[in-house]
């Protein structure tokens, strides 16, 4: 069988109100089948005893053949009754006695009345190309057949496979009695389907359209269950008078149940809740939310006991409660995914974004936090710990306070393996990104690709008072910062208490459309703590200066930045080099015998504009060893000389020199 032009549809669900059958999915392959031409009957029969092996009609090449199972799975087989080509399990599409096709094929749809909703036709044009795939819907006459999927000429073989079924729960069924009009409470009639499904194993729990009021929670306490909207239009809104209650409680705190999907529900609110969340995670194991909205709850989403593998996919959270509100509570050790979530608030600030209290393990990708008072906080209290997270491609905006904060809030906080790549942190109120808090723990904070631009304080911010270390910031974009008041802040600024930090090949300094508003590009303040490194640094256009490192270790390493600071010192015979930039230019005539102002490592270049003695080994704290053990006497402009300050002996020594005499 050629596979030329073969074509692919997924289809569902499709809902039977004749029978209460939700049809998941229909698998549709095409060929072109090189000149095999279909008969009338696609089917030789329709006999769906188990095992029963149904060849194609309509030719003998004997390509595939299709059977049925004992579970009522669909098997494809190869021509040699052997070779399994597919198997479609849990998908169901007519009832076990119902025929397959209705009409099977032909250049028209049927005009008749069909018994049975599901049931497909193929329609072909006058030259025997099949040209698309219908499917009853159950209604009457032609109109009945919805197109699933059109094919273009020179289709002449079309196989649809379809089997199995999923239990399903529909809400508004008579055996539940939801009404879904906004009017009496709907939560006993919602919970008595959940329980249905769950006491038969597992299943569907659809929520046609309508506003299903809630005056209580409804609990899912079970495995395999999924809660399943028609999307928008499909909303689960608290009632009159309830401030406080969560919506859906998934998990009971204590039993091991797993397996449960909510999907395509809106959730609302008609009172200003003052507690409860819209989903609350409560010790579930393997849980995907997708495609929900959630408006003017106090929490979205709000976490109790350890839970596995939780994911939240492409969920819209607007407007969460003003006073303590928060669009993701996480304060558990559990893991979990975040994936394409919005949190965005159009009037008074919620308190955050999301607030990660405790948490064992998270990976937070392609989100959008826009206007709360902190857009992410990573803040654990006594006794908790948050470890393990990864922050890709987020846009952090608008926040009144701070885009990210990274601080404990209490001494026993501690923050572990924090990582944040790519993505926009813009428009906070405070700080871009704060690392660092008056108490707690920090260890192991990795910003890499990151753009943080037009923040009122600083950028990025590393500050101590707990002990902040191994904090790493690489590759970062940070112009415009100090947006609030001109020279005051800086793109990256380092104060006491933090220690065994990199600053490397960053970006600190205006650019295209940006104020020149940052203080300094890097800015290093006194009491910060030795072992960091400053490299690589491009640290041009600020108010005051590329680089100012105030520290008072000496085990660090500054070199290679650039600067456009302009800095001219006069030849002395114990000249200081400050520590704010690598690169000086050196006026006067007097001779250098010493040289203050080194750590082990630092790298300086001195580019000379006069004829100036350099003396060698002329004794003391900063004294200077030339290549070759001689003196130096600089000749032409623009003469160049490169140290090296070592801490061992105190001294300087020369790496290189330009002599253009």
């Given at each position: 069988?050629?596979?030329?032009?073969?074509?692919?549809?997924?289809?569902?669900?499709?809902w039977?109100?004749?029978?209460?059958?939700?049809?998941?999915?229909?698998?549709v392959?095409?060929?072109?089948?090189?000149?095999?031409?279909v008969?009338?009957d696609f089917?030789?029969?329709e006999?769906?005893s188990?095992?029963?092996?149904?060849?194609?009609?309509?030719?003998?090449?004997?390509?595939?053949?299709?059977?049925?199972?004992?579970?009522?799975n669909?098997?494809i087989k190869?021509?040699?009754?052997?070779?399994?080509?597919?198997?479609?399990?849990?998908?169901?599409?007519?009832?076990d006695?119902?025929?397959?096709w209705?009409?099977?094929?032909g250049?028209a749809?049927?005009?008749?009345a069909?018994?049975?909703?599901?049931?497909l036709?193929?329609?072909?044009?006058?030259?025997?190309?099949?040209?698309?795939?219908?499917?009853?819907?159950?209604k009457?006459?032609?109109?009945?057949f919805?197109?699933?999927?059109?094919?273009?000429?020179?289709?002449?073989?079309?196989?649809?496979?379809?089997?199995?079924?999923?239990?399903?729960?529909?809400?508004?069924?008579?055996?539940?009695?939801?009404?879904?009009?906004?009017?009496?409470?709907?939560?006993?009639?919602?919970q008595?389907?959940?329980?249905?499904?769950i006491a038969?194993?597992?299943?569907?729990?659809?929520?046609?359209?309508?506003?299903?009021?809630?005056?209580?929670?409804v609990e899912?306490?079970?495995?395999?269950?999924?809660?399943?909207?028609?999307?928008?239009?499909?909303?689960?809104?608290?009632?009159?008078?309830?401030?406080?209650?969560?919506?859906?409680?998934?998990?009971?705190?204590?039993?091991?149940?797993?397996n449960?999907?909510?999907?395509?529900?809106?959730?609302?609110?008609?009172?200003?809740?003052?507690?409860?969340?819209a989903?609350?995670?409560?010790?579930?194991?393997?849980?995907?939310?997708?495609?929900?909205?959630?408006?003017?709850?106090?929490?979205?989403f709000?976490?109790?006991?350890?839970?596995?593998?939780?994911?939240?996919?492409?969920c819209?959270i607007?407007d969460?409660?003003?006073?303590?509100?928060?669009?993701l509570?996480?304060?558990d050790?559990?893991?979990?995914?975040?994936?394409?979530?919005?949190?965005?608030?159009?009037?008074?600030?919620?308190?955050?974004?999301?607030?990660?209290?405790?948490?064992?393990?998270l990976?937070?990708?392609?989100?959008?936090?826009?206007?709360?008072?902190?857009n992410i906080?990573?803040?654990?209290?006594?006794?908790?710990?948050a470890?393990?997270?990864?922050?890709?491609?987020?846009?952090?905006?608008g926040?009144?306070?701070?885009?990210v904060?990274?601080?404990?809030?209490?001494?026993?906080?501690?923050?572990?393996?924090v990582?944040?790549?790519?993505?926009?942190?813009?428009?906070?109120?405070?700080?871009?990104?704060?690392?660092g808090?008056?108490?707690?723990t920090?260890?192991?904070?990795?910003?890499?690709?990151?753009?943080?631009?037009?923040?009122?304080?600083?950028g990025?911010?590393?500050?101590?008072?707990?002990?902040?270390?191994?904090t790493d910031?690489?590759?970062?974009?940070c112009?415009?910062?100090?947006?609030?008041?001109?020279?005051t802040?800086?793109?990256?600024?380092?104060?006491?208490?933090?220690?065994l930090?990199s600053?490397i090949?960053?970006?600190?300094?205006?650019t295209?459309?940006?104020?020149?508003?940052?203080?300094?590009?890097?800015?290093?303040?006194?009491?910060?703590?030795?072992?960091?490194?400053?490299i690589g640094?491009?640290?041009?256009?600020?108010?005051?200066?590329?680089?100012?490192?105030?520290?008072?270790?000496?085990?660090?390493?500054?070199s290679?930045?650039?600067?456009?600071?302009?800095?001219?010192?006069?030849a002395?015979?114990?000249?200081?080099?400050?520590?704010?930039s690598?690169?000086?230019?050196?006026?006067?005539t007097?001779?250098?015998?010493?040289?203050?102002?080194?750590?082990d490592?630092?790298?300086?270049?001195?580019?000379?504009?006069?004829?100036?003695?350099?003396?060698?080994?002329?004794g003391?704290?900063g004294?200077?060893?030339?290549?070759?053990?001689?003196?130096?006497?600089?000749?032409?402009?623009?003469?160049?000389i490169q140290?090296?300050?070592?801490?061992?002996?105190s001294?300087?020594?020369?790496?290189?020199?330009?002599?253009?005499?």
């Open positions: 069988m050629s596979n030329g032009g073969a074509q692919f549809k997924e289809w569902g669900p499709y039977d109100n004749s029978n209460s059958t939700i049809y998941t999915q229909i698998y392959y095409a060929y072109d089948a090189g000149g095999y031409t008969a009338k089917w030789d029969n006999d769906k188990g095992g029963a092996i149904q060849s194609k009609q309509g030719g003998t090449d004997g390509t595939v053949a299709a059977y049925f199972d004992g579970d009522y669909i098997r190869a021509s040699d009754d052997t070779t399994i080509i597919a198997s479609f399990p849990n998908v169901k599409i007519t009832s006695t119902a025929t397959m209705e009409g099977n094929i250049t749809l049927p005009s008749a069909v018994a049975n909703a599901g049931q036709f193929l329609k072909r044009d006058g030259s025997d190309n099949i040209v698309g795939l219908y499917a009853n819907d159950g009457s006459g032609s109109a009945a919805q197109l699933l999927v059109a094919l273009s000429s020179g289709v002449t073989e079309f196989d649809v496979l379809y089997t199995g079924s999923v239990p399903f729960y529909n809400v508004k069924h008579s055996d539940y009695g939801a009404v879904g009009d906004n009017s009496a409470d709907d939560t006993p009639k919602i008595l389907a959940i329980d249905a499904a038969a194993g597992g299943g569907i729990v659809f929520f046609p359209e309508g506003t299903y009021r809630m005056d209580s929670a899912i306490e079970g495995s395999n269950i999924i809660l399943w909207g028609a999307g928008a239009g499909s909303i689960l809104k608290t009632g009159t008078g309830n401030f406080t209650t969560d919506m859906i409680v998934i998990g009971d705190g204590s039993s091991s149940y797993e449960v999907i909510i999907e395509n529900l809106s959730f609302e609110t008609t009172e200003t809740k003052t507690a409860g969340a989903i609350l995670f409560n010790k579930i194991t393997r849980c995907t939310v997708r495609g929900c909205r959630i408006k003017d709850q106090f929490y979205g709000s976490t109790a006991t350890a839970n596995d593998t939780v994911w939240i996919d492409n819209a607007i969460p409660v003003a006073a303590n509100g928060r669009g509570f996480i304060q050790s559990g893991t979990y995914r975040i994936s394409g979530v919005s949190v965005e608030q159009s009037s008074t600030a919620h308190d955050h974004g999301i607030l990660v209290t405790a948490v064992g393990w990976w937070m990708t392609d989100c959008v936090f826009d206007g709360a008072l902190d906080a990573i803040s654990p209290g006594d006794g908790q710990t470890q393990k997270i990864m922050i890709k491609g987020c846009r952090a905006t926040a009144t306070n701070g885009g904060k990274i601080a404990p809030t209490h001494a026993n906080g501690t923050i572990l393996n990582k944040i790549v790519g993505g926009i942190i813009e428009d906070s109120g405070d700080n871009g990104i704060s690392v808090a008056a108490a707690g920090i260890d192991g904070v990795f910003i890499d690709d990151v753009s943080v631009m037009k923040n009122e304080k600083n990025i911010l590393l500050w101590g008072g707990s002990v902040t270390i191994n910031v690489h590759s970062c974009t112009s415009g910062n100090s947006n609030g008041a001109s020279g802040y800086s793109g990256i600024k380092v104060e006491g208490g933090t220690s930090f600053l090949n960053n970006r600190s300094g205006q295209s459309g940006e104020a020149n508003d940052q203080d300094y590009g890097i800015e290093i303040q006194a009491a910060a703590s030795d072992e960091y490194s400053v640094n491009t640290l041009v256009n600020n108010s005051n200066g590329g680089l100012l490192d105030g520290g008072t270790g000496e085990d660090k390493i500054i290679n930045n650039l600067t456009d600071d302009s800095i001219a010192l006069t002395a015979s114990s000249m200081e080099a400050p520590a704010h690598d690169v000086f230019t050196i006026t006067g007097t001779a250098i015998d010493n040289i203050t102002g080194g750590w490592r630092r790298i300086v270049t001195f580019v000379f504009v006069d004829a100036v003695d350099i003396n060698d080994k002329s003391g704290a004294e200077i060893n030339l290549a070759g053990s001689a003196d130096w006497t600089t000749g032409a402009a623009d003469d160049t140290l090296i300050y070592l801490n061992s002996a001294a300087w020594f020369e790496t290189s020199r330009s002599d253009n005499t």
